[in-house]
């Protein structure tokens, strides 16, 4: 079974700063997704990171894809209270059909 | 475009009764998944259907939980009987096919045994 291990789970922080959180495992992953789900909501798909050492961006979301594909990180830049949820990393197998969520990261952004 | 529909939203049942889920997913998707997420873990995948065919249910604990996809379409997920254990939020999935194409999930089911 593969394992991925999110940390840390839980951050508090006040507007305007930023943030990382990590998602590692010992076990190599085909391609990597982040997600973010909202109290009561089921998550929604934010990026998926294929190539070793892989970085995307989307707004002031940096997604980055360690080089062995084994980890990757969430940074956000002048986090807004928008950005409050819950943060999930999801690592598909060798054969790319199933997927693997991670305990995830509760993010709280204080105005 | 409709997004994936379950019902009901919440069901609260005493152990050992029985409790069934339903899941609409996005017409035209191929594959429907069934989650488990206790509260403060992230989603376990309980089955994978492919159409009308199981792609995997490794992890269904089958003694107790049953899932089908009469017609490659809707979707129905029982326990039967429920455990204390069972508590949690039964999240459906839908995608065009396997791998990579984006799993669109739904608001869930949350489940309280008692």
């Known amino acids: 079974t593969q394992l991925l291990e999110q940390s840390p789970q839980f951050l508090s922080i006040q507007e305007g700063e930023n943030l990382t959180v990590y998602c590692n495992s010992s076990?190599?992953?085909?391609?990597l997704q982040w997600y973010r789900q909202e109290p009561g909501e089921g998550p929604v798909l934010l990026v998926t990171?294929?190539?070793?050492?892989e970085v995307k961006k989307l707004k002031r979301l940096t997604f980055q894809f360690g080089d062995a594909r084994k980890d990757s990180s969430l940074h956000i830049t002048a986090a807004q209270p928008g950005d409050t949820g819950l943060y999930l990393c999801?690592?598909?197998?060798?054969?790319?059909?199933?997927?693997?969520f991670g305990g995830g990261t509760r993010l709280m952004v204080k105005p | 475009e409709a997004g994936v529909a379950q019902s009901p939203r919440y069901k609260i049942i005493e152990k050992r009764q029985s409790v069934a889920f339903w899941c609409n997913p996005i017409?035209?998707?191929?594959?429907l998944y069934w989650y488990q997420q206790i509260l403060g873990q992230g989603p376990k995948l309980l089955i994978q259907?492919?159409?009308?065919?199981?792609?995997?249910d490794s992890q269904l604990p089958k003694d107790r939980f049953s899932a089908e996809r009469l017609k490659g379409v809707d979707s129905t997920l029982k326990i039967q009987p429920a455990k204390l254990e069972d508590s949690a939020v039964y999240l459906c999935?839908?995608?065009?096919?396997?791998?990579?194409?984006?799993?669109?999930f739904g608001a869930g089911t949350r489940l309280s045994v008692l």
């Open positions: 999935a839908s995608s065009l096919g396997e791998g990579l194409y984006i799993q669109y």
């Open positions: 076990s190599v992953f085909s391609s």
């Open positions: 990171v294929v190539t070793g050492g």
């Open positions: 999801a690592g598909f197998n060798n054969a790319g059909n199933m997927l693997t």
């Open positions: 017409s035209g998707h191929a594959t």
């Open positions: 259907f492919q159409n009308n065919g199981v792609v995997d």
